[in-house]
């Protein structure tokens, strides 16, 4: 017997940029479908940004002796206020449009309203939170939109305040001042649902 030839190949093209481009090629081209189906399903969901409503934040915080909250009053303006544990005054204020500078203020006392005795006070705490409420078909004074929330934070007992607003006062060179008006009082440990 013979011994066979070995077999006979053809000659390899030399192509080893192929090789080594190959993978990062086909990255590029997979990466480009995904972006294009992404971009396409993503698109037929989402609308304009311009279309999006806005959103309006309130923030509140404390510490051992004051809380802060802030409250959308009306169309683009926000008040601030602040409650001190001490005293149990509640102050406030919004910045004018036209000024740049606080134009309006109020200021309420709440111990009273949560059923403090007059002197009794002691080492109180406090939450202060806004909430939105249209208050706009009542009878009186004109509201703001929010209404602010103070909450004894021994008893739970809660006071509810609307946060008086006339924008012609508040458009005025001249700054206002005013006072809180008293809502609602709820004591969820007894006493009542109501302050007497």
């Known amino acids: 017997m013979t ?8 000659p390899r093209a030399s192509l080893p940029w192929l090789a080594a481009a190959l993978p990062a090629l086909l990255g590029v081209i997979g990466g480009a479908a995904i972006g294009a189906v992404v971009s396409a399903v993503i698109g037929g969901w989402s609308s304009p940004v311009r279309d999006l409503p806005r959103v309006f934040a309130v923030t509140s915080q404390a510490d051992g002796a ?41 200021k309420h006392n709440v111990l009273k309203d949560l059923g403090f005795k007059p002197g009794q006070a002691k080492n109180p705490r406090f939450l202060l939170v806004s909430g939105l409420a249209d208050l706009s078909r009542r009878r009186g004074a004109s509201l703001g939109q929010s209404v602010l929330y103070v909450t004894d934070s021994s008893t739970g007992a809660t006071a509810a305040y609307g946060i008086p607003w006339n924008q012609q006062q508040a458009q005025a060179a001249t700054p206002f001042m005013a006072g809180l008006e008293l809502l609602d009082v709820a004591r969820p440990r007894g006493g009542g649902a109501k302050a007497p």
């Open 3 to 10: 011994p066979l030839p070995p077999p006979v190949t053809a």
């Open 66 to 106: 004051f809380a802060v909250c802030t409250a959308p009053i009306d169309v683009g303006v926000e008040g601030f206020f602040i409650l001190d544990f001490e005293t149990g005054d509640i102050s406030g204020g919004v910045i004018g449009q036209a000024t740049s500078k606080f134009s309006g203020a109020y």
